[in-house]
């Protein structure tokens, strides 16, 4: 593997990494039906701002998500909305283990 070739993986993975964490992954996959205030992810998760923010953080940083500040609010929108396509193609290796499971338990 070359150096450049390294820097393309090593991109990749900051993405999957980010996604990586069962808060993050729920909160992107929220924004894929439009932008959310941070107020509304820590309602939902039943976690103070702090935390919601740290998660929005790191998806901003592997260029996820991007922000927009309205007053004292700041709003989270997917940059990517097709950031999550490959979605379908996990759910579908789980229910593939699912089954192979269920077969070896028969």
């Known amino acids: 593997m070359n150096e450049k070739d390294k820097l393309i993986y090593d991109a990749k993975a900051k993405v999957l990494k980010a996604l990586a964490h069962p808060t993050r992954l729920w909160m ?3 924004l894929s039906d439009g932008e959310r ?3 509304e992810f820590a309602d ?3 976690a103070d701002f702090s935390t919601i923010s740290k998660h929005l953080a790191v998806l901003k ?3 996820i998500v991007e922000d927009d500040k309205r007053g004292k609010q700041v709003y989270y929108r997917l940059k990517v909305p097709c950031v999550l396509k490959f979605m379908s193609c996990v759910e579908a290796v789980i229910e593939s283990q699912v089954k192979t499971q269920a ?3 028969e």
Do not use: K
């Open 28 to 30: 992107a996959e929220q």
């Open 37 to 39: 205030c941070v107020c």
């Open 44 to 46: 939902a998760v039943d």
């Open 61 to 63: 940083q592997a260029g």
């Open 103 to 105: 077969v070896l338990i």
